[in-house]
């Protein structure tokens, strides 16, 4: 097997400080370290399998037994969303029911119901950190949802077709690294096809209709629109600190070992790797957040006396779950 770059350049370097090293003699000894390595792992297999689900089962029971109160509440207010979803979807005044605002505001709390039950499940799996990324992506589309709400059908419109433009954009970047992947290319039929629709876009609603976040240009009223400017028209720019921080661990900047919610507690000298008991509370806190006013918002959508008293529950269910996890949360930090 010919020496790649970084192996070559290794085995000047090493002829440069210790003589010349011949490069038969060094690929005969690469070979047989990988062969080592491999057959470590090869021999670790089933036993690195056995020993993860013998700590996964210790960690469960461990993590579970500490925040089970706060656990329960969040799996009741989840259940909660999801029954006013499913029930305002089926309830006679919407069966058969269309239109560009029905369509998005179903399908967006659809996705908030998603993303709160991985978000859920990162929680139970001892994933703070990760619960707290994927919240960001919650409260994007909690915020969405109630500007989608507050406005008239053709906003809605805007923003069901500006999923046209990144499929467009999707397509451009996937085409120009398909060689690379060694990925079949999409057609030039099917390009042609989005790149007309694309345009016919931007002739319609302008051309920074394309850009991100673009569908919700006329009513922020300037053109290069961000979320930061759709929370400040929705008045939860509140939550924009919080946005900022789970940022931070989404992107590759570099973040000191303190800074995560999964060593809170711990030396900051560790680096943590796996999952952690510590940290849950935020993330479990703004989640019910979140979620609440994307319910209460879809609740409000055709209002009737049951969706009202709905909307209290909903609101009290979001309550519970921050002062469950609350309450845990300091018993931990006096113990």
């Not at 440069?16 to 060094?26: K, L, N, R, S």
């Amino acid at each position: 097997m010919a020496l790649d770059e970084f192996e070559k350049k290794f085995l000047a370097a090493q002829s440069a400080t210790d003589g010349p090293v011949d490069e038969h003699a060094f690929r005969l000894a690469l070979d047989e370290c990988r062969n080592h390595f491999r057959q470590l792992l090869v021999d670790a297999r089933g036993e690195q399998l056995r020993r993860l689900e013998a700590q996964a089962g210790t960690f469960r029971k461990e993590i579970f037994l500490k925040w089970q109160n706060g656990f329960e509440e969040l799996a009741t207010f989840l259940y909660l969303c999801e029954e006013v979803g499913r029930t305002l979807l089926t309830s006679k005044d919407n069966q058969g029911a269309s239109g560009w605002k029905h369509r998005a505001l179903f399908a967006t709390h659809a996705r908030c119901l998603r993303v709160a039950r991985e978000i859920e499940w990162l929680l139970l799996g001892g994933f703070a950190d990760g619960a707290l990324g994927r919240w960001r992506t919650l409260h994007e589309l909690s915020v969405v949802l109630g500007l989608l709400a507050s406005r008239d059908e053709e906003l809605s419109r805007r923003y069901i077709l500006h999923r046209a433009t990144e499929n467009h954009r999707a397509a451009n970047v996937y085409n120009k690294f398909h060689t690379q992947t060694s990925s079949p290319p999409i057609g030039d039929e099917i390009m042609l096809q989005l790149a007309s629709t694309a345009e016919d876009l931007k002739r319609e609603f302008g051309s920074n209709f394309s850009k991100d976040w673009g569908w919700a240009e006329e009513v922020v009223g300037k053109e290069r629109v961000t979320f930061a400017d759709i929370e400040a028209l929705q008045s939860r720019d509140l939550m924009r600190p919080n946005y900022k921080w789970a940022s931070d661990d989404i992107h590759g900047g570099f973040n000191a070992t303190g800074g995560t919610l999964g060593t809170d507690g711990l030396p900051t000298s560790q680096l943590l790797v796996g999952p952690s008991i510590s940290g849950l509370l935020d993330p479990a806190h703004w989640t019910g957040l979140a979620l609440m006013d994307a319910t209460v918002e879809l609740l409000r959508f055709r209002p009737t006396l049951d969706r009202i008293a709905l909307m209290d529950l909903v609101r009290e269910g979001a309550e519970g779950v921050r002062n469950s996890f609350y309450r845990i949360h300091i018993e931990q930090t006096a113990g």
